[in-house]
């Protein structure tokens, strides 16, 4: 049971959203609490189609927010005479759930934070729900169609109706309308979130050691200088906003910017000194008032703290456009990275974000133009003129990286590209994936025998000519650029795991997130930090296992201790699987591992234990098939082999006896046997819900 999905896997996400809701509706039985299954599904569909993360398992206030107030306004459509579901009940119902069977997201809010977003926002969301300018397209036109006395559950009748809306014939909420139409056009409707690339965990120094270094950086003490020099009083400037030649010269020599102040006439012409000014002015230390440049009152605790000014620096450089690579004046004109500039810049810190080996400028040069050609329709020009463009436009992108490396947010070298970097083997991905292939893309990446022009395939040899020949410029971001980036990263609702994040989350958390987000080497760095941090490594390693053993999800607990096994020292993995071969709750567990990890054959089981791996992985296919219809079916295309099975795991002595009911109930349904009555009144409750499902646009 993953809390995570690619985008692409929509059939995986389906099945493990039907699964997750089936248990919430049982658990919210017992308990005593609202839910409503649709609206349950239309929640996690929200948090897995909508976010850039998707993460099911983490819901911060902006999510709950975002979700009742825009994404349910847009997707469910509640016709005239329908009992309104109760979205925020049903959400409140999932977030104990998700908490309670530990499937919550340690880096996530507390479950009472979570609520008490919730109960912010809960008021809001009836009138958001009738707000027509918030609705998607499809739920516009059907619910004016509804009140206009069209059954839209009728095809024939709703196309009647949409061909007299085509023809004009209609009456509707043109003001509505427009607004729908210009937030879809704006790019603002939630259906069109693109979920981001994973990042892989970062480990990175203590606060305190990164304000000794942002400390020692000249542009963050040129920032505070600059402020420090305006000051609460103020220095007079031009009408134009510009420092007087007087006042110019002075803090040249005050800042030590290396500009050349003899024979200058306009302080325009000091290029270091103008660029402080609009950095300043962008990162909102300094602002001019009424003639005179003053320092902001409010910005003193950042001037204080070197991390958080040198920060506020590194954030508006997304700003610095112009003064950094804009029109100097008209004989000039800006190179395609001016048009897509703050886009760039986030996709080349995202680029260099987690990167294992410092990235080749060749590389990053030419993934840069793969963005141009996407996002510039370039004419059929001559080939001398595309590339003065690209020229022009890399000219460019070295001014940004020498800021970005002044500032100390990337480090320069020159060294071998890393073999990672050269031509990628797509020879195993088939014909499909290669003819679908942008021939820019398969140019670029050096794919043998996708870019089938000469040309093309020889500047892909020159490429990689240039890669290995010698030498090449390498790029990485320093520690207290991966702050910064992370920090962006997180701003923007994506995923940025840092090793020592979880050292204080529950045993299950840890797991589950190791499990589901980190790479090896980061999940052996996190579980020791872990441990460490329990101080007594036998009480530790209990907490873990006992998590393992709480959870009620099979797939997930033998997920966790895969990871668990992974993480651990070499050889005390095995060890402790063999000895919790002869624990009741985990035997099962246990000797699906031993035996997946070749360390245990099928002739040193018992009978007994035979029979638990059995009943194991019969319960965790009833999960990875969703549970419910899709497992009946999957039960009826055995047959008897099937009925075989089932019989022989319901003799174990597997621990999971709540499990092994539900599978005895399938198997009544599936294959005839006895216990039908009893798997259809569950499966009448799981369908039931207090508004039934009501049709998404």
């Not at 803090?251 to 302080?267: M, Q």
């Not at 209990?542 to 895969?562: E, G, I, K, N, S």
Request: aromatic share 4%; net charge negative; with cysteine.
């Amino acid at each position: 049971m993953r809390m995570r999905f690619e985008p692409e896997a929509e059939e995986e996400f389906e099945t493990a959203c039907g699964l997750l809701v089936d248990r919430l509706v049982r658990w919210a039985g017992d308990q005593g609490l609202p839910v409503d299954g649709y609206m349950a599904e239309t929640v996690l569909d929200y948090r897995h189609l909508a976010t850039a993360d998707g993460r099911l398992g983490l819901w911060e206030s902006r999510n709950v927010e975002e979700l009742l107030l825009s994404w349910l306004p847009q997707q469910v459509t509640e016709l005239p005479g329908e009992e309104r579901a109760d979205a925020p009940g049903t959400l409140r119902t999932l977030l104990r759930y998700l908490h309670a069977a530990q499937l919550a997201d340690p880096r996530g809010p507390s479950l009472q934070d979570s609520l008490a977003a919730v109960d912010r926002v809960a008021e809001q969301h009836l009138a958001a729900m009738t707000d027509r300018t918030r609705w998607g397209l499809a739920k516009f036109w059907a619910m004016t169609a509804a009140e206009q006395g069209v059954d839209v559950q009728d095809g024939a009748a709703f196309q009647r109706f949409a061909d007299r809306a085509q023809r004009g014939e209609v009456a509707y909420d043109q003001q509505a309308l427009a607004a729908i139409m210009e937030r879809r056009l704006t790019g603002r409707a939630l259906s069109g979130v693109a979920r981001a690339e994973p990042q892989l965990p970062v480990s990175l120094p203590p606060d305190d050691e990164l304000r000794r270094r942002a400390e020692a950086s000249t542009t963050v003490a040129q920032l505070r200088g600059l402020a420090e020099w305006a000051g609460q009083g103020g220095r007079p400037v031009t009408a134009t906003g510009r420092l007087r030649m007087a006042e110019a010269r002075e803090l040249v020599d005050v800042l030590d910017t290396g500009d050349k102040a003899d024979g200058v006439r306009s302080s325009a012409d000091l290029p270091r000194l103008g660029l402080l000014m609009e950095w300043a002015k962008k990162a909102r230390l300094v602002r001019v008032v009424k003639g005179r440049l003053y320092a902001v009152a409010k910005a003193r605790p950042v001037l204080a703290d070197p991390l958080q000014l040198w920060l506020r620096a590194f954030d508006a450089c997304f700003e610095l456009r112009q003064a950094l690579i804009g029109a100097r004046s008209g004989w000039h004109v800006e190179s395609m990275l001016f048009d897509v500039y703050e886009d760039v810049l986030e996709d080349v810190l995202n680029t260099l974000y987690s990167l294992p080996y410092p990235m080749p400028w060749p590389r990053l040069r030419d993934t840069v133009h793969l963005a141009y050609r996407g996002r510039f329709q370039l004419d059929d020009g001559s080939d001398l003129r595309h590339r003065t463009w690209f020229e022009h436009a890399d000219r460019d992108l070295r001014t940004v990286l020498d800021l970005l490396d002044d500032l100390g947010a990337i480090e320069r070298d020159r060294g071998m590209a890393d073999p990672v970097f050269l031509d990628i083997d797509l020879s195993d991905a088939g014909p499909e994936l290669l003819a679908d292939m942008p021939p820019e893309l398969a140019e670029l990446l050096g794919v043998a025998g996708a870019a089938t022009d000469p040309a093309a395939r020889e500047r892909a040899d020159a490429r990689r000519e240039e890669l290995t020949a010698g030498p090449v410029e390498l790029i990485r971001l320093t520690e207290l650029g991966t702050r910064a980036v992370r920090q962006r990263l997180l701003a923007a609702g994506r995923d940025a795991p840092l090793v020592g994040e979880l050292t204080q989350a529950p045993a299950a958390g840890l797991l589950g997130v190791l499990a589901d987000d980190y790479d090896p080497d980061a999940a052996r760095t996190e579980l020791a930090g872990w441990i460490t941090a329990r101080g007594e490594r036998e009480g530790a390693l209990r907490q873990l296992t006992d998590a393992v053993r709480t959870m009620t999800f099979r797939t997930r607990a033998q997920a966790m201790l895969d990871v668990l096994l992974t993480a651990l020292p070499d050889g005390e993995g095995e060890g402790l699987l063999r000895t919790l071969r002869r624990d009741a709750q985990l035997a099962p567990l246990a000797l699906n591992a031993l035996a997946h990890r070749e360390l245990l054959s099928p002739e040193d089981m018992t009978d007994a234990e035979h029979l638990l791996v059995l009943a194991e992985s019969l319960l965790q296919l009833v999960e990875l098939a969703g549970g419910g219809d899709a497992a009946e079916e999957m039960l009826r295309a055995q047959g008897l082999q099937a009925r075989g099975a089932v019989a022989a795991a319901l003799d174990s002595a597997h621990p999971d006896r709540a499990g092994l009911d539900e599978l005895r109930q399938l198997a009544a349904r599936a294959l005839g046997t006895h216990g039908a009555r009893v798997g259809r009144a569950r499966k009448a409750r799981r369908s039931s819900g207090k508004s039934g499902r009501k049709r998404r646009r």
